[in-house]
């Protein structure tokens, strides 16, 4: 049972738009949200993090969103680059059961149009 | 620089043969992790180590071995139990437990002959 859901296999944005990629979650312990990026052949890079206590958090042209009552997640990117176009994974921390390590989504595919 | 340093990039087992993937870390990291990847899916969490001489199984450990004799490495033996290992494999490091802002080498690509 997938407890990271990321329901948008890929996203086509225009370059200079906004880009929302979402990210639901099931597992109410997790308490911890991360975005990676990843491009073909590469070990994914670290984007931005969000504590299970906020509900925004902002970095330069990226900002996460968290709705927890809705246990929904939410990447915007301001405005899109074509070097943003790569494979974005949604991931979640602190699902208890003892357990460590990232619970991931299956990614979404965002592809930056001239 | 500090990093995840995954070898080899590519790698070819035969029928019946145990594969060992190297992973070694200058993060100071006490973490580590590996993952591995098939197409169109997420990351999937194979073993890890919190410290030293110790390791846990992860979601799909059946078929994988490890072992942490030092902080720095972290080694993963794809062994023959293993029927499906086409896949990439990615290891992992952070800090503290949790995976907080894991840091992720380049992979290793792993391909049946």
């Known amino acids: 049972d997938q407890q990271v859901k990321q329901n948008s296999p890929s996203l086509s944005v225009q370059e200079g738009r906004i880009s929302i990629l979402n990210c639901d979650y099931t597992n109410s312990m997790f308490d911890y949200f991360l975005w990676y990026k990843k491009y073909p052949a590469e070990g994914p890079t670290f984007l931005i993090s969000i504590s299970s206590i906020k509900d925004k958090n902002e970095d330069g042209r990226f900002t996460v969103f968290l709705n927890k009552s809705a246990k929904h997640l939410s990447l915007h990117i301001v405005p899109s680059q074509p070097g943003d176009s790569a494979v974005y994974f949604c991931a979640a921390s602190g699902g208890g059961g003892g357990a460590d390590g990232l619970t991931f989504g299956k990614g979404t595919h965002l592809i930056i149009q001239p | 620089d500090g990093g995840i340093t995954q070898s080899p990039k590519y790698l070819f087992r035969k029928e019946g043969q145990n594969v060992t993937l190297s992973c070694e870390q200058n993060l100071n990291h006490d973490a580590m992790y590996w993952y591995r990847q098939d197409p169109g899916q997420g990351l999937r969490l194979i073993y890890y180590s919190q410290i030293v001489n110790d390791f846990q199984k992860g979601d799909i450990a059946e078929g994988y071995s490890v072992s942490r004799e030092k902080k720095e490495s972290f080694p993963l033996t794809v062994t023959s139990a293993q029927k499906n290992p086409t896949a990439f494999y990615l290891c992992?490091?952070?800090?503290?437990?949790?995976?907080?802002?894991?840091?992720f080498g380049a992979g290793t690509r792993l391909s049946v002959l």
């Open positions: 992992a490091s952070s800090k503290g437990r949790g995976g907080y802002r894991s840091a």
